[in-house]
Antibody
Framework: QVQLVESGGGVVQPGRSLRLSCAASGFTFSSKNMHWVRQAPGKGLEWVAIVSSDGTSKYYGDSVKGRFTISRDNSKNTLDLQMNSLRPEDTAMYYC??????????????WGQGTLVTVSS | SSDLTQDPAVSVALGQTVRITCQGDSLRTYYASWYQQKPGQAPLLVVYGETTRPSGIPDRFSGSRSGNTASLTITGAQAEDEADYYCNSRDSSGNHRVFGGGTKLTVL
């Protein structure tokens, strides 16, 4: 069965860096676009970034562009999010999500359980 | 601000029908999907391609679209449907994804 397991969250000071990972299993990882989505405490879902199946195309939400980098290793079935220059407003649960796409558009069909990032001094 | 607009909160009496809406210009071009999220849990896909239910989602959940507004309808709401609901689609550029602000559904 499809599994997405995030790791790497924790408490970090403002201005510092953190790297999140998502281990994927149960499907052909290299054939799927992958995303990071976050949710600040008590707030709604916010799309963060996408990486194409082959890793060549990447797009970012406005709030993280220039600070975060999404990447993947298809040989290891892992998705990463390098977060630099962290701000208190980056405090959130970070989810990795698999995209399924087709004639009915694209959508997130599987989600991990999330990893919590807290940016605080 | 979000490119997709949802009412913050909606309530429905047990067993009645409720419609949750999502408005945005990009919905004229791109399909909407809907996610249910209960406290402490990851989001769960309930409708994709505007109208299609994934396997395992009860048939009381249905989706539709008219113009720039997508809707999620729950016909015969149950207590377990109390949750936050989010719509998602692409933004006007087509490259980014965007979520609506979410609708908190209360089942009375």
């Amino acid at each position: 069965q499809v599994q997405l397991v995030e790791s790497g969250g924790g408490v970090v000071q403002p201005g510092r860096s953190l790297r999140l990972s998502c281990a994927a299993s149960g499907f052909t990882f290299s054939s799927k676009n992958m995303h990071w989505v976050r949710q600040a405490p008590g707030k709604g879902l916010e799309w963060v970034a996408i990486v194409s199946s082959d890793g060549t195309s990447k797009y970012y939400g406005d709030s993280v562009k220039g600070r975060f980098t999404i990447s993947r290793d298809n040989s290891k079935n892992t998705l990463d999010l390098q977060m630099n220059s962290l701000r208190p407003e980056d405090t959130a649960m970070y989810y990795c999500a698999r995209e399924r796409s087709g004639w009915t558009g694209d959508y997130f069909d599987y989600w991990g359980q999330g990893t919590l990032v807290t940016v605080s001094s | 601000s979000s490119d997709l607009t949802q009412d913050p909160a909606v309530s429905v009496a047990l067993g009645q029908t409720v419609r949750i809406t999502c408005q945005g210009d990009s919905l004229r071009t791109y399909y909407a999907s809907w996610y249910q999220q209960k406290p402490g849990q990851a989001p769960l896909l309930v409708v994709y391609g505007e109208t299609t239910r994934p396997s395992g989602i009860p048939d009381r959940f249905s989706g539709s679209r008219s113009g720039n507004t997508a809707s999620l309808t729950i016909t015969g709401a149950q207590a377990e449907d109390e949750a936050d609901y989010y719509c998602n689609s692409r933004d006007s550029s087509g490259n980014h994804r965007v979520f609506g602000g979410g609708t908190k559904l209360t089942v009375l």
